[in-house]
């Protein structure tokens, strides 16, 4: 590692700068043509590694122009610092890749979790970023791409914001800063139209690492095109890992920098068209959900602006909303529609407040689910099957993409009730997302793509994951139900999934598989797994009471004992999930002991989990 220690260090803080002379901007914000302008919480962090800066003058070289946006190009220079640097830690960047997100830990205080996301880490990141953009979008010198910037609710998501716009200041880019946002509003930032609010921007990023415990943290990156995909994230962090690389042996660079840091509610002009969709689904009323009851449970996550900025201006009481305050710690629940306790929190809340509807959603707000004024959840197959319901009443005939962990009984709902096609593709949102596109492209007509965590994305939609626009979904059925004259509340939504088949038992048992064993002959964990899913599979066919899958696109999936099993490698994880369901807990041990005698075979596997669940009870 090259030691940086003692090295004097000329450097540009935009961020600290544009703090320092926030003044600039005050009379912005008392101007009335500016409705979206808002002030953001101040830059906190500010600096790398290093503190202090010996001198820095600023000053604002462009006036404010109307519209939505505190706009001000920001010069920002830095004499020599005397302050020392400190030497930096290497950084294995590839480790940082979550598939189409990039996560690490930002925050220390957990042992066994050393800090990933540092500043440094995080600013090569976004200026690789910037650099990948400019590659893609092939402008020529006279336009300035402009990349916008949110977070959710982490404690660390300030931090990152301050790293992330100087690497991408750094790099010659525009920035744009939306403060606390949803990953769902970053990606419509780079499709809407709107020149007051500098949209469209060529590239978004959002700092949110879901549901993950607050110490992590994360990006996600999006062009017009979407998000970006597996290959994108590694490139950019390949390039990333030159930069840093460049930062361990030359130090930062002394040139001075100029960028446009800027300011925007983005969040009011994607709420706004959250109503302008319920009202054009009702008729163009104004207030088509007035009278119903609506509870929303934002879990302390980015969600909370749906209560007061969608609901409540289409007429719907919301007393009885919880959690809606952003707080990075998470102290009530995890915000996350699959987990129990958070699910069972917003169905409390429903029956204590005789609402008519529950809205959930995840952090970042990519994921929701609802419960009915009865207390029914809609979630997982249930959230699939009430979607594919109203998808199939517009597009008849539609297929339906899911995950590879859906239900038999879904598939049934979807063909033989619906009238629909359902393809199982593999686990993953964008693996869903991507084949439904896949699909469409070679003429097999898909409106729905929808994974059993929550992410849902509609071709409506640009095929984005919105968990907000997937409760729209809801809502706009409840209001086109109001308005042609019937008023039972969330019984239309009840309603429209009688029938569906659900398992007696169904669960997810993850078999680990030890990287150290000597099992694993020195290869990988995704060979081994791929040789036991191999074995599984010889070791069933000729089993008359088991039948293999036909069409299958992840793991081992077979049918048999009135129920299902799936077993598969998880794509970032060296452990082999393991669903099953069956109509009786018999028969689900029964399925699990034909796993188990398959796997025994293997030592670096861990199967305590199976071999606690097919134990009599």
């Known amino acids: 590692m090259a030691a940086m220690s003692g090295k004097i260090v000329q450097n540009v803080f935009i961020a600290q700068c544009y703090q320092q002379n926030r003044q600039f901007g005050t009379q912005y914000q008392r101007d009335s043509r500016a409705p979206y302008l808002r002030t953001l919480p101040p830059f906190r962090g500010g600096k790398l590694a290093w503190t202090g800066i010996s001198s820095m003058q600023m000053r604002n070289l462009s006036k404010y122009q109307s519209g939505f946006v505190n ?45 990933s996301l540092t500043e440094p880490v995080t600013e090569a990141i976004a200026a690789a970023f910037a650099a990948w ?58 499709l809407t139209e709107y020149k007051a609010i500098l949209c469209p921007v060529d590239g978004a990023i959002m700092i949110t690492a879901s549901h993950l415990p607050y110490n ?25 890992a030159d930069i840093y690389s460049n930062f361990l042996t030359e130090g930062y660079s002394g040139k001075k920098a100029s960028a446009s840091v800027q300011k925007v509610d983005y969040m009011a002009v994607y709420t706004s068209d959250l109503v302008k969709a319920v009202r054009k689904a009702a008729g163009n009323i104004e207030k088509p959900l007035e009278g119903f009851h609506i509870i929303v449970d934002a879990g302390n996550g980015a969600g909370g ?49 005789k609402a008519d509807l529950g809205i959930i959603f995840d952090t970042d707000v990519d994921r929701s689910a609802a419960v009915d004024s009865t207390g029914r959840e809609f979630n997982r197959n249930r959230l699939i099957a009430l979607v594919s319901a109203i998808v199939l009443e517009e597009h008849p005939g539609t ?51 929808i994974e059993t965590s929550g992410h849902g994305a509609l071709k409506e939609n640009h095929w984005l994951d919105d968990g907000a626009y997937l409760m729209v979904k809801l809502l706009n059925k409840l209001a086109s139900a109001r308005a042609s004259g ?17 398992p007696a038992i169904a669960v997810e048992l993850r078999l680990k598989i030890n990287n150290s ?25 000729s089993d008359p009471k088991l039948q293999k899958a036909p069409v299958n696109y992840e793991g081992v999936r077979v049918s048999g004992l009135g129920g299902w099993f799936l077993l598969r490698l998880s794509l970032h994880d060296p452990v082999l999930p393991l669903n099953i369901e069956a109509p009786s807990r018999e028969d689900a041990v029964k399925l699990g002991l034909e796993v188990a005698a398959a796997v025994k075979k293997f030592p670096a596997l861990d199967t305590s989990a199976l071999d606690k669940f097919v134990q009599p009870q």
């Open 517 to 541: 064993h000597p099992d694993l002959k020195g290869g990988s964990f995704r060979d081994y797994g791929e040789a036991v899913l191999k074995h599984l599979e010889d070791s069933i066919a």
């Open 133 to 190: 953009l400019l590659d893609k979008k092939k402008v020529d010198a006279s336009r300035r791409l402009k990349v916008s910037i949110g977070y959710d609710s982490r404690i660390s998501a300030q931090m990152l914001q301050d790293a992330v716009s100087r690497g991408i200041a750094g790099a010659g880019l525009d920035v744009v800063q939306y403060g606390l946002a949803s990953t769902p509003a970053m990606f419509n930032s780079t």
């Open 305 to 353: 602006f749906f209560a007061a900025k969608v609901l409540e201006p289409l007429g719907a009481i919301t007393s009885g909303s919880q959690f809606l305050e952003p707080d990075g710690m998470f102290p009530n629940h995890i915000p996350n529609p699959e987990d129990k306790v958070a699910m069972k929190a917003i169905t409390q809340a429903v029956l204590d407040n």
């Open 71 to 115: 706009r001000g190009t920001v010069y920002c220079n830095a004499a020599s610092s005397a302050t020392a640097v400190p030497s930096l830690d290497k950084a294995d960047f590839l480790k940082l890749q979550n598939g189409s997100d990039i996560r690490g830990v930002a925050v220390a205080g957990v042992e066994g979790e050393p800090v």
């Open 399 to 449: 297929t339906i993409v899911t995950d590879s962990v859906t239900s038999d009984g879904l598939t049934s709902f979807i063909e033989k009730k619906l009238g629909g096609k359902h393809h199982r593709f593999k686990r993953g949102y964008k693996n869903v997302i991507d084949e439904a596109m896949r699909l469409n492209s070679v003429g097999e007509e898909s409106y729905l793509a």
């Open 486 to 502: 019937r008023d039972d509340g969330s019984k239309v939504l009840t309603d429209l999934v009688e029938g569906l088949e659900e």
């Open 216 to 240: 992590r943290n994360g990006f996600k990156f999006f062009t017009n095109a979407g998000g970006l995909g597996k290959a994108d994230i590694k490139d950019i962090l390949e390039r990333a």
